[in-house]
């Protein structure tokens, strides 16, 4: 009888987690879709002057507003070989779903036309807790909530 019971409680569990990723799916295909944003852009002079960081390439962070509400962040940076595209995606102010891009900027013969992309790494997240990742290369390991955050409060603080 405990068996059972265990199996019929992680089967509700497992069943419970999908619907959620599921969801997570739905909203940010929803808001990748959503048009008339009002977009707010932090430019690459902010991160230089103000939070004292550089990048070979620049850095560019984009707010994505619908009815007053953040729906996405954008966060560009140029690196020396390579550019890293970070998406974060909200809904109700809590974040949902990250998407880590990696890209090659620079080949053995200098500047590409076109960066050829290495890999997109996915993180679902419910409650501000991570609740499945999907790499497709082990990257460095970032706290994506603690980011979330202060680029929030970058994109309010920046007139």
Known sequence: MKKYLLFLLLLSFTFGFSQNIDLIKKEVEKINNTKNFKIKTIPNDYFVDIKKEARDNGQELKGYYRNYQLRKITHF????AWNIVTEYYYKDNQLIFV????YQSVSENGFLEKPKLLYK?????????????LEEEKSESFDFIKLSNEFKKDLKNQK
């Open 99 to 102: 998407l880590n891009s990696k």
């Open 77 to 80: 940076e140029g690196l020396s």
């Open 121 to 133: 790494n996915r993180y679902y997240f419910h409650n501000n807790k991570l609740i499945k990742k």
